[in-house]
């Protein structure tokens, strides 16, 4: 009997490493990043980086990109990435949550705004219309296309909420008539819209907040003198490097303190959502 008790103790510990895997061991670097699907285009952009950072420091770099922010926030969570490049929701997530440390802003959009986007002949003129109705939202970790229009619509009960994995999949839906409306960035918005010749949107909805540009993350995981020889690597990279990897050398670290803060309020109804109604707050309670 105890024999195999022993045995039942060492089989739960051998399934329980299986089902979450371990850092990444000494002498190697997993560089993880939102790609939406361009994966063999992102590795080919950022070979000068990888080739760069792996010969500074000596040591194998390998590139893993996530198809949306779900897969990128498992990968967080578990620790398996020891660099991010993250967006401002999954950085606010893995800074406040997650312990990893910020080292260098990421290039990019400096308007960085939250939209919330329907047909152009839709009857929607406010955020109340779309009481019971079916909105598209990203996934988790998008601060525009998931954190800001649920904070936006608090107080609100939604028909249904479907989770898009791209942005561009929110328009999709929009335009066929799957949801009434659907969130995403307004460069986003600007990107895609072009691609849709026989649709026309409008904006329902424009968040007031700039939200801070992303960032490059390093992992708690990650020995603090490796910590320190990767920011000093990456500082030094030539301008090509840096801007073929798409982070500034010399910008400063933007504030996150107001997305995390919204975050954090967010959270608590994070399975509500999932709901058939949704509402989007907590239960008892319809005001941030």
């Known amino acids: 009997m105890l024999s195999r008790r022993i045995f039942l103790v060492q089989l739960l510990l051998l399934l329980t490493a299986c089902a979450t895997p371990p850092p990444p061991p000494p002498g190697k670097l997993v560089i993880g990043l939102v790609s939406y699907g361009g994966g063999i285009r992102t590795i080919d952009q950022l070979a000068p980086f990888t080739n760069y950072l792996g010969a500074e420091l000596k040591t194998l770099i ?15 969570k578990r620790k398996i990435w020891s660099l991010v490049f993250a967006p401002p929701g999954l950085a606010a997530i893995a800074i406040a949550g997650q312990q990893y440390l910020p080292l ?36 988790v970790g998008s601060a525009t296309g998931y954190y800001l229009p649920i904070y936006n619509l608090y107080g609100t009960t939604l028909a249904e909420v479907h989770f898009a994995p791209t942005p561009k999949t929110v328009l999709e839906w929009i335009s066929n008539g799957e949801v009434a409306a659907g969130a995403l960035s307004k ?21 007031r907040h700039n939200i801070p540009p992303g960032v490059v993350l390093v992992s708690p995981t990650v020995e603090r003198n490796q910590q320190e020889a990767i920011q000093t690597a990456m500082k030094a990279a030539s301008p090509s490097i840096a801007e073929s990897a798409g982070y500034i050398t010399n910008g400063k670290v933007p504030d996150y303190k107001y997305l995390i803060q919204v975050v954090e309020r967010v959270r608590p109804i994070a399975e509500r959502i999932k709901q058939k109604p949704a509402p989007l707050y907590e239960e008892n309670k319809k005001s941030p």
């Open 62 to 76: 390998e590139l893993e990109p996530a198809y949306n922010e779900l897969k990128a926030l498992e990968q967080i």
């Open 187 to 207: 460069a986003e918005f600007e990107l895609y819209r072009s691609e849709f010749s026989q649709t026309q949107f409008r904006i329902l909805y424009t968040d």
């Open 104 to 139: 260098f802003p990421m290039a990019g959009v400096k308007d960085l705004r939250s939209v919330i986007v329907v047909l152009k002949d839709s009857p929607f003129q406010k955020l109340s219309d779309l009481e019971d109705k079916v909105l598209a939202l990203g996934e």
